[in-house]
């Protein structure tokens, strides 16, 4: 079973096939021992995490996509092709519970559901390591053949995670105080966000994130936009 874990960051290669296959790759650190969500202590191959400092090798197994782009704006690695797929989708489970959160408490107009998904959110940005839909998620899926597993967030995930508990934290309360039209704007303006991160693959929280630590240009050039090396097509699946 080849089964990968994120580690805030890391990416924990959990299979000896894999291991090897991305043992000859570049930016890959000492071989070390990594720890599952079940306990065990598997052995696995840590790879270091993305520096924007540093220029990206340009290497066909790399996967240069907008899914690429979104992945290393979240603070995580450079992607092999082979994993880009599955790490992406499992970035993006979160952003889609929310999303479905959010709809419903715009129909509802209520306050509850808002003030709910702002203590989740900060939960989730303060406590990385008990965040509640990533537990979700490797519990459900994270046990399939292949899939990947998430751990403790990095720095530009947290922070966005922070900032849509604050969008939420500020409808719940003029709901509560009544200032309906002030809530419309607030909320047109949160579900704007939400969809140009699940639709657009474009988090502004983690961009703003990378702005504000003084690395505009990467946050630039990991705008959602296909890019190409060498004129070699991607092969990573969009879904």
């Keep these: 079973m080849d089964r990968r874990v994120l580690c805030g960051g890391y990416e924990c290669c959990l299979s000896v096939a894999c291991n090897q296959r991305i043992a000859g790759g570049s930016g ?3 071989p070390s021992i990594a720890k599952g969500i079940s306990g065990r202590r598997p052995t696995g191959i840590v790879v270091s995490p993305a520096r924007p400092s540093e220029p990206a090798m340009e290497n066909e197994s790399k996967c240069i ?18 994993m880009c797929s599955a790490q992406f989708t499992a970035l993006q489970f979160q952003p889609r519970m929310v999303a479905s959160w959010v709809l419903l408490g715009v129909i509802l107009q209520s306050p509850e559901l808002f003030i709910m998904l ?7 940005a303060l406590l990385p390591r008990r965040n509640p ?14 899939a990947v597993l998430l751990g403790p967030a990095p720095a530009p995930r947290r922070f966005a995670q922070g900032m849509a508990g604050t969008f939420s934290l500020v409808i719940g309360t003029l709901l509560l105080l009544g ?10 303006l949160f579900l704007s966000t939400i969809a140009a991160l699940v639709l657009g693959r474009f988090c502004l929280g983690s961009f ?3 702005v504000l630590h003084g690395r505009p240009s990467f946050a630039i050039e990991t705008l959602p936009r296909v890019q190409t090396v060498k004129g070699v097509e991607n092969s990573c699946t969009d879904y």
Excluded: C
Excluded at 133 to 146: L, Y
């Design 65 to 82: 996509t907008t899914k690429h782009n979104f992945i290393l704006q979240q603070g995580l690695n450079d992607t092999p092709q082979e």
């Design 118 to 124: 702002f203590a989740l959110l900060w939960w989730s």
């Design 28 to 30: 890959i650190r000492a």
């Design 208 to 210: 703003i994130y990378h």
């Design 133 to 146: 839909f990533d537990m979700i998620h490797n519990r459900i899926f994270g046990v399939r053949p292949g």
């Design 179 to 188: 200032w309906r039209w002030a809530a419309f704007f607030f909320e047109a």
